[in-house]
Structures are given as C-alpha cells and as structure tokens.
C-alpha cells in the first residue's frame, strides 16, 4: 500500500531546500513522497529518483514527467549523482524497505548516503511503529547512528497504514 499523504507530508517536514541544491528520493514506487517534494522544492533545486522496479520506473516517467528518474539500485546513487553533475545533495528521502533488504544492499546504502550527503543536509526514512524495536530495525538505526550520530522520530504519524516514524539525520 502506497504511503499517505500524511506520512509524505511529514517526509519533507522542515527539510532544507535550497536553489543551489539537489535532492535524492531512493525507492519512490508509485511517488506519494515525489509529489511532496517536488512541491516543496524551490526553483533550480534539483530532483532525482531511483527506483529499481521497471514498472514502478515507467509509472513514475508518466506521472511526474518534469522529473528525472534513474532505472537503477539506491546503491548506485552517487555514481548518478556525479554522471548528472548535480549540486549538493541537501536532503535524501528513503521508500526503500531497509528491514527487508540483504545487508549487503543496506550497507551499499548507507555507504553511499554517507558519499552523497552536503554539510547541513538531512537523510530520511521511516519505520512501521509496529516493527519499530525489531531487530533488522535497530540495527539499521544503529548503523546510521555510527555514521551519521542520533537519529530522531521527527514525527510519528498513525494516519498511515500501518502508523510510522519518521526517522531523520542531519550531518
Ligand atoms: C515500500 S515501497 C515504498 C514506495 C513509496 N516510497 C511509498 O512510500 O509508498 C519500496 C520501494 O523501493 C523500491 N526499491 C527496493 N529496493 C530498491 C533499491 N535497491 N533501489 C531503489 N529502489 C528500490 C521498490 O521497488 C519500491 O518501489
């Protein structure tokens, strides 16, 4: 089920866009969190999208046609990101399923939110409040934390199916 407005809403809550900026959305799917923040960016900030699924992919070059789309894994961001000669990566939003995810993958992640992320700029993503204290979930917590410090639930927000946490870094 695609994430509400509500949860998309509280995704790009306070995040700092800036003309001289860019902005990395990992996993969009059908784009609920697209679509907030492509309405929050400010003009000459720019907008990327990496998603593996080719549907989804296809779904979301239709949707959003203004928008660029990358066909590829969340791991392969920063070697995007400089193919496209963006600006400063100032916010990064996450879709991706990190409880799921090999941990292989989840490292590749964070490897390269760590390459990608400017001074000042904030990583997003959220966790089902149901599955909040499972292992997986702690752990990639604890492994951000490492890199990143603290983390923080910016907003909890039980309008969504199932209720979640936003979770935010700001390095
Ligand atoms: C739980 S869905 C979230 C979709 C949307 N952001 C939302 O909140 O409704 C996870 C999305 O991540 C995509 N995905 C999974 N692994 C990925 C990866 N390694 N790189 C990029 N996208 C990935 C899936 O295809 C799917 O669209």
């Known amino acids: 089920m695609p994430s509400s407005p509500r949860l998309a809403a509280a995704m790009v809550q306070g995040l700092k866009l800036t003309s001289t900026g860019s902005v990395i959305e990992f996993g969009p ?56 000669q ?38 997003r993503t959220f966790q089902y409040l149901h599955a909040f204290n499972m292992a997986n979930a702690k752990a990639f917590r604890h492994r951000m934390d490492q890199v990143f410090g603290p983390g923080q639930c910016v907003a909890k927000v039980l309008r969504n199916v199932p209720p979640a946490c936003v979770m935010s870094w700001t390095r």
Do not use: K, W
């Not at 969190?33 to 992919?57: K, V, W």
């Open 29 to 84: 799917g059908t784009g609920p969190f697209t679509r907030s923040l492509l309405a929050a960016q400010p003009s000459g900030s720019r907008y990327l999208g990496i998603e593996l699924d080719p549907d989804f992919h296809a779904y979301l070059e239709q949707t959003f046609p203004a928008a660029d789309f990358a066909h590829a894994s969340a791991t392969e961001a920063f070697d995007l990101h400089a193919q496209r």
């Open 86 to 123: 963006m600006p400063p990566t100032q916010a990064i939003v996450c879709g991706l399923p990190f409880a799921s995810l090999p941990v292989a993958v989840q490292d590749g992640v964070v490897t390269n939110i760590d390459r990608l992320l400017a001074a000042g700029g904030t990583f």
